[in-house]
């Protein structure tokens, strides 16, 4: 079992920075590959990045690509994602989630794609 606590969120100004923590248990947790995702009010829980087991790779959504940066530390058993210039299109609540077994290098960008997930926090941007 892989249990995952978000961490970081809250509420900043437009242009503002957050850093979000996810604290993953186990002591394999540099086998996973990692994900951030975010869900609006009223829309569908959608892809913000992923990265692989040793972070040699990472991937980013468009809206988020140049602002955001995802890292790992597996010492630590965490993942980060750093937040720049936030948007008030920003404003959701963001989840980590973790692939267990996956190719190496490789990054993941479906939900279904992700075994674990955290309980989410909340980041609201205001205008």
């Known amino acids: ?27 394999t947790f540099s086998n996973y590959a990692m994900g951030w995702f975010r869900q609006a009010p009223g829309k569908e829980r959608e892809f913000v990045a992923s990265i692989s087991v040793r972070g040699a790779s990472t991937y980013y959504a468009d809206s988020v690509k140049g602002r955001f940066t995802i890292s790992r530390d597996n010492a630590k058993n965490t993942v980060y994602l750093q937040m720049i210039t936030l948007k008030p299109e920003d404003t959701a609540v963001y989840y980590c989630a973790a692939r ?7 990054v993941y960008v479906r939900e279904d794609e992700y075994g674990y997930w955290g309980q989410g926090t909340q980041v609201t941007v205001s205008s």
């Open 100 to 106: 267990t077994f996956p190719v190496s290098k490789s």
């Open 1 to 27: 079992q892989v249990q995952l606590v978000e961490s970081g969120g809250g509420l900043v100004q437009a242009g503002g920075s957050l850093r979000l923590s996810c604290a993953a248990s186990g002591r």
